[in-house]
């Protein structure tokens, strides 16, 4: 069983700076968490941002330059880090976890940047 969770949403202004937390329990390696997705109300989920099992990264066009993924081994935690926010970053964002071959996700948190 794998359970993840996220945290640290909320609502910011336009400019304003987040950093979500996703920690993974269960039977997981830290390594398996892979990246943050968001859905916004009306479209489809979409990637933010990934990390590979050995560490490497990459960045929807729209975030690239303002977003940072990173993770925590030793806490089983996979981080983003949100800079310069803008209003079409709302969305619930979502962890993802790969394990044998299956996804698994957290239950989203809500960020909110007001105009």
């Known amino acids: 069983q794998v359970q993840l969770v996220e945290s640290g949403g909320g609502l910011v202004q336009t400019g304003e700076s987040l950093r979500l937390s996703c920690g993974a329990s269960g039977s997981i390696f830290s390594r398996n968490l892979r990246g943050w997705y968001r859905q916004a109300p009306g479209k489809q989920r979409e990637l933010v941002a990934e990390?590979?099992?050995?560490?490497?990264?990459n960045y929807a066009g729209s975030v690239k330059g303002r977003f940072t993924i990173s993770r925590d081994n030793a806490k089983n935690t996979v981080y983003l880090q949100m800079n310069s926010l803008k209003p079409e970053d709302t969305a619930v964002y979502y962890c993802k976890a790969l394990v044998g071959g299956t996804d698994y996700w957290g239950q989203g948190t809500q960020v909110t940047v007001s105009s």
């Open positions: 990390i590979s099992f050995g560490g490497n990264t």
